[in-house]
């Protein structure tokens, strides 16, 4: 990681700050909690077309 971001420090949604930060969203994103709101957030915030979203917490 080049970045640590808290999501509490934006007002925004924090996959739109990823997206901006990187241009066009990250290569990959891991969800380690298990909640259906990070899960959708991890996913959003990768590349459209080859961005990986790994989701390790799943109850």
């Known amino acids: 990681a080049t970045d640590c971001i ?4 934006y007002k925004k949604p924090i996959h739109e ?9 990250v ?12 899960m959708t ?8 077309n080859y961005g990986v979203s790994v989701i390790v917490g799943v109850p």
């Open 27 to 38: 290569d990959y994103s891991f969800e380690v909690i298990g909640r259906t709101e990070t």
């Open 17 to 25: 700050v990823l997206i901006e930060m990187t241009g066009q969203g």
């Open 41 to 48: 957030e991890a996913l959003a915030s990768c590349h459209y």
């Open 6 to 9: 808290n999501p509490k420090d």
